[in-house]
């Protein structure tokens, strides 16, 4: 089997809901809310441009024939419900041309729209214009995957070019740049380094969803790595970690949505965008295109519900929520010095 189709077939096999560190994230309800539902918008800022919805379709697949097939439909979701979307790892177009098609569909599926190309962080900056320019992408995803290589039985083994590389893509393309996990999470340390070579878009897609050390280690022969398929930090924590980081940059959450409620809860821990993988290809394989176009609908319109339940107007208000922190979220939080009164003592909108 392809390795990419391989991937996605693990990925359904694997996913399920469970409890995740957004339970322990909880609201702290006000009484009296101060819009009306027609007033609010869900609408989001980022790279300069207004996007209707505050998520948007992550990086998932390509380079195969059932790919193709995976991505046009994809395309054809997020052309239905306006949203931002992102090609799997391009790196096999570039190997081989001939599956290139698997990719560019998603332009000719949604010529309006804004689509990301994603590519590894080992990749030069030559190969970066080629991935942008294979289908006109609109900005550019870097992801970050050792553990994923090194579990991975013919992964990359070789990283200390990873950063140089990174900062001579940032520098020198000519699209917006985000560099992105891939479901490992990041600390501050991992956020201030990207900073320092000049990244402004970094999304920190924590654990909680697919586990792609669980998957590589499937495919070993001894699947001796069964230990770190909870390897990382979770989503929440990733973004506990990246507001202390001072420096302005725009955050973008992802890793183990499972509904509006997650993504509401990044936005109001400070993501700007919130994207989703899983539970988007897992709706799509098993009910089809029409009922995922009802559901990221329905997660629109919850969104908008959630907002006017407490009390704000837009986006950007939602990081001024107040939020209790319990559980494993907490007990970072303790150990790594981020005071817990930073978010359930923040004055309410309302």
Same mark, same amino acid.
């Given at each position: 089997? $392809?390795?990419? +189709?391989?991937? @996605? ?13 957004? /339970? ?14 027609? +007033? ?17 379709? !992550? ?36 190997? /081989?041309?001939? @599956?290139?098609?698997?990719? &560019?569909?998603?332009? %000719? ?8 190309? !994603? ?13 942008? /320019?294979?289908?006109?992408? =609109? ?47 990041? &600390?501050?340390?991992?956020?201030? %380094? ?8 970094? +999304?920190?897609?924590? $654990?909680?969803? &697919? ?5 590589? =280690?499937?495919?070993?022969? %001894?699947?001796?790595?069964? #230990?770190?398929? /909870? #390897?990382?930090?979770? &989503?929440? *924590?990733?973004?506990?970690?990246? =507001? ?14 499972? $509904? ?19 539970? *988007? ?19 629109? $319109? ?20 107040? @939020? ?12 790594? =010095? ?8 923040? %004055?309410?909108?309302?």
């Amino acid at each position: 089997m $392809n390795r990419k +189709d391989e991937h @996605v077939s693990l990925a359904k096999a694997f996913h399920k809901e469970r409890s995740t560190d957004f /339970d322990d994230v909880r609201l702290i309800h006000q009484s009296f809310p101060i819009h009306d539902l027609a +007033d609010i918008s869900i609408a989001t800022d980022l790279f300069g441009k207004t996007f209707s919805s505050p998520f948007f379709i !992550n990086a998932m697949t390509g380079g195969s024939e059932k790919s193709q097939k995976i991505n046009q439909e994809l395309a054809m979701v997020a052309r239905q419900t306006g949203l931002m979307i992102a090609t799997g790892s391009v790196s096999a177009a570039l190997k /081989d041309p001939s @599956v290139a098609s698997s990719y &560019t569909v998603m332009r %000719k599926e949604y010529p309006e729209g804004f689509l990301l190309a !994603n590519i590894g962080a080992g990749v030069s900056f030559e190969n970066a214009q080629k991935a942008v /320019d294979l289908f006109d992408a =609109n900005a550019l995803q870097i992801h970050l995957n050792a553990p994923q290589e090194l579990v991975m039985p013919e992964g990359d083994r070789h990283f200390s070019h990873w950063l140089y590389e990174i900062e001579k893509i940032v520098t020198h393309i000519k699209v917006p740049v985000i560099v992105k996990e891939v479901g490992f999470g990041m &600390t501050r340390e991992t956020i201030q %380094k990207l900073l320092d070579i000049g990244v402004k878009a970094i +999304d920190i897609s924590g $654990n909680g969803g &697919t586990s792609f050390t669980q998957i590589e =280690n499937v495919r070993r022969k %001894k699947r001796e790595f069964s #230990y770190l398929a /909870d #390897y990382g930090q979770s &989503t929440v *924590i990733s973004l506990l970690e990246a =507001n202390e980081v001072p420096a302005p940059y725009e955050l973008i959450a992802s890793g183990g949505i499972r $509904n509006a409620y997650d993504i509401f809860k990044c936005l109001c821990l400070g993501a700007k965008a919130v994207g989703v993988s899983a539970t *988007i290809l897992n709706q799509l394989l098993t009910n089809g295109s029409q009922a995922t176009v009802e559901m990221i609908e329905q997660w629109q $319109n919850e969104l908008q519900t959630l907002y006017t339940l407490v009390g704000c107007q837009t986006t950007h208000e939602l990081k001024k929520i107040p @939020v209790l922190l319990s559980g494993a979220p907490k007990e970072w939080c303790q150990a790594r =010095n981020i005071p817990l009164s930073k978010y359930s003592m923040r %004055k309410p909108i309302n």
